[in-house]
């Protein structure tokens, strides 16, 4: 069956870096599209970026210039790339395959001084 494995958090200060990762499997990996969404406490969960089966990227205006969404294919695993992160970037971080209704777990991001 489809699992979405999501990697890579914790915690790190303001103006600092963090790779999340999402390991895929149960479907074929390369032919879908990919997003990572995030859910900061009392809101709902928001698009933070999508990357095409192609390789095309779509951000959030929050994070477009500070995040980077990647895919490596041979390894099935999605990659987010965050810089310059902010308090406000707190969030539990989720991959999914959309439209699919496949959800990982969630990976915790704390930014904090």
């Known amino acids: 069956q489809v699992q979405l494995v999501e990697s890579g958090g914790g915690l790190v200060q303001p103006g600092g870096s963090l790779v999340l990762s999402c390991a895929a499997s149960?479907?074929?990996?390369?032919?879908?599209?990919m997003s990572w969404y995030r859910r900061v406490a009392g809101k709902e969960r928001a698009l933070v970026a999508t990357?095409?089966?192609?390789?095309?990227?779509y951000y959030a205006e929050s994070t477009k210039g500070r995040f980077i969404i990647s895919r490596d294919n041979a390894k099935n695993t999605v990659y987010l790339q965050m810089n310059s992160l902010k308090p406000e970037d707190t969030a539990v971080y989720y991959c999914?395959?959309?439209?699919?209704?496949?959800w990982g777990q969630g990976t915790q991001v704390t930014v904090s001084s």
């Open positions: 990357i095409t089966s192609a390789g095309s990227t």
């Open positions: 149960g479907f074929t990996f390369s032919s879908f599209a």
């Open positions: 999914t395959r959309p439209h699919s209704g496949y």
